[in-house]
Antibody, heavy 122, light 107 residues
Framework: EVQLVQSGAEVKKPGESLKISCKPS????????IGWVRQMPGKGLEWMGI????????RYSPSFQGQVTISADKSISTAYLQWSSLKASDTAMYYC???????????????WGQGTTVTVSS | DIQMTQSPSSLSASVGDRVTITCRASQGISNYLAWFQQKPGKAPKSLIY???SLQSGVPSKFSGSGSGTDFTLTISSLQPEDFATYYC?????????FGGGTKVEIK
């Protein structure tokens, strides 16, 4: 069974750094893209970016370029989403998902993690 | 970016009703469209990809159709477990973009 297990909820202060994780199982980690999706409280889904763990090819949505960093560690089959300096507006639920490719560099998530809640408040 | 517009944004329906949700793309996306179901407090679940292909394990009461700019998700006979928010997403071009969601509520 394919599963993606994310790290637990985080409460941080503005300006702090944070790295959340996503650990898939049930398939070859290096053979599929893993992407991240944001959902702000009471709002819809926003696609953030994606990484191919096999060669670390990473792509960001223009809306999130420079705001976050996506990475992966093949040795422990884990993907990450990190912030160097959090803002209150980063408060949201963050989902990782295994992605399939299609179209002209398009991707969609076929299996999703359970989500990580990030709360940024002074 | 391609804009995805869902309608309606919410609807009320009864158990057993046939429900149709529409998704329109701001430009042609061929059949590179996915549908997701999200229940309160839960992660999204993939239902359909390539506009009309059912994900493994998804019941056949869900169906999708369309190509180009106009797409539909149909639930043939609404059951209590189907009350949720549904999202479409295009993956024809970069970056992938989601519709605003359709909340299906109990009448």
């Amino acid at each position: 069974e394919v599963q993606l297990v994310q790290s637990g909820a985080e409460v941080k202060k503005p300006g702090e750094s944070l790295k959340i994780s996503c650990k898939p199982s049930g398939y070859s980690f290096t053979s599929y893209w893993i992407g991240w999706v944001r959902q702000m409280p009471g709002k819809g889904l926003e696609w953030m970016g994606i990484i191919y763990p096999g060669d670390s090819d990473t792509r960001y949505s223009p809306s999130f370029q420079g705001q976050v960093t996506i990475s992966a560690d093949k040795s422990i089959s884990t993907a990450y989403l990190q912030w160097s300096s959090l803002k209150a507006s980063d408060t949201a639920m963050y989902y990782c998902a295994r992605h399939q490719a299609g179209g002209r560099s398009g991707y969609y998530g076929d299996v999703w993690g359970q989500g990580t809640t990030v709360t940024v408040s002074s | 970016d391609i804009q995805m517009t869902q309608s309606p944004s919410s609807l009320s329906a009864s158990v057993g009703d046939r429900v149709t949700i529409t998704c329109r793309a701001s430009q042609g996306i061929s059949n590179y469209l996915a549908w997701f179901q999200q229940k309160p407090g839960k992660a999204p679940k993939s239902l359909i990809y390539a506009a009309s292909s059912l994900q493994s394990g998804v019941p056949s009461k869900f169906s999708g159709s369309g190509s180009g700019t106009d797409f539909t998700l149909t639930i043939s006979s609404l059951q209590p477990e189907d009350f949720a928010t549904y999202y479409c997403q295009q993956y024809n071009s970069y970056p992938p973009t989601f519709g605003g969601g359709t909340k299906v509520e109990i009448k």
